[in-house]
Every structure is written in structure tokens, then in C-alpha cells.
């Protein structure tokens, strides 16, 4: 079913408040008054817009957060917890092990192991693991891709 151009623009602003400021609570009520819409026609239309309802939506952009601060800071697991929108340890911890399968410190750990075996490694072979896999020049492919489809159209005409 195809929504409304205008109510898909409200429930896009209701998503980008929810990604600037993820931290924060945003109840249904919330939402639906940033979208200027009933909170039930908010809830309903935002899941068949995005796929997800907006408690879920706002769940996954807090654990990518919480998972990049674990990562990339040294932040205690505290911090990140209320930095991200949790009110307390425990809730953010279980949370965090029911979703990724791992405790934020598991994670870390695993991020951190990860991160010093890739520092052994000498610097040209993770350039060249990264490097696109251009064999020809781009100008050559497009000319086999080319040759390729008019192949295909003179063989489509012969038969």
C-alpha cells in the first residue's frame, strides 16, 4: 500500500528528530505531535513506511551508537549507557546481550583484540585487501560491456 507523499514527509521528520537526538525519550505521543498526526495513525504508519515500529527504530539507533562508542572511546560502559538513552546499567546490558548476542564489555573486548591483530599486519597488504578490484581500465570495461550487449542483441536477432 503507497502512503501519502506529505505523511511520508512528516513521519521523515519524526525519524531524523529520532536520529539527531536518539538519547532522548521519544514516546508514540511525541512522535505523533513532531508528525503532526494521532498517535495510533503515527504508530501504524511509520512500521509500513520504515518496516519497524518506532520503538524498535529508536532501539536500533541507540545500540549502533552504543556499539560505536564502545569501539572507537574508552568511555566507562556506565557513561555510554546514559550517553545513549538508558536510565540505568542492568537495563542497557541486557538489552545490549539480547540484541548483539554479547555484554558491551564482550564487545569491546572483541573489538579491541580485533583492532591490535590488524596493527600487526603490515600496512601494503591492508591496502591491497581494500584496493577495488580493477584488473582492466574502466574505459576497456565498458567497451567488453558494450561488445558484450550488442553480442547478445545480433544473436537475439539471428534466431
Known amino acids: 500500500m503507497s502512503q501519502d507523499p ?3 514527509r512528516r513521519l521523515l521528520r519524526a525519524k531524523d528528530r529520532m536520529d539527531a537526538a536518539s538519547h532522548e525519550e521519544w514516546p508514540v505521543s511525541r512522535l505523533a505531535s ?4 494521532s498517535e495510533a495513525h503515527f504508530a501504524r504508519s511509520f512500521k509500513e513506511a520504515f518496516g519497524v515500529p518506532p520503538h524498535r ?24 549507557a546514559l550517553q545513549t538513552g538508558w536510565n540505568s546499567l542492568g537495563t542497557f546490558g541486557r538489552t545490549f546481550r539480547d540484541v ?5 564489555g564482550e564487545l569491546r573486548a572483541r573489538e579491541k583484540a580485533a583492532r591490535q591483530e590488524l596493527e600487526r599486519v603490515p600496512a601494503c597488504y591492508i591496502s591491497a585487501a ?14 567488453q560491456d558494450a561488445g558484450a550487449t550488442k553480442a547478445s542483441q545480433n544473436k537475439s536477432e539471428v534466431s
Do not use: H
Open 130 to 143: 581494500y584496493r577495488p578490484g580493477l584488473t582492466t581500465a574502466v574505459s576497456e570495461k565498458r567497451r
Open 100 to 104: 548483539t548476542g554479547e555484554s558491551p
Open 6 to 8: 506529505e505523511l511520508l
Open 57 to 80: 527504530y529508536l532501539l536500533t539507533r541507540r545500540l549502533e551508537r552504543a556499539k560505536a562508542l564502545l569501539r572507537d572511546t574508552d568511555m566507562p560502559i556506565l557513561d555510554i
Open 34 to 37: 513532531v508528525s503532526c498526526v
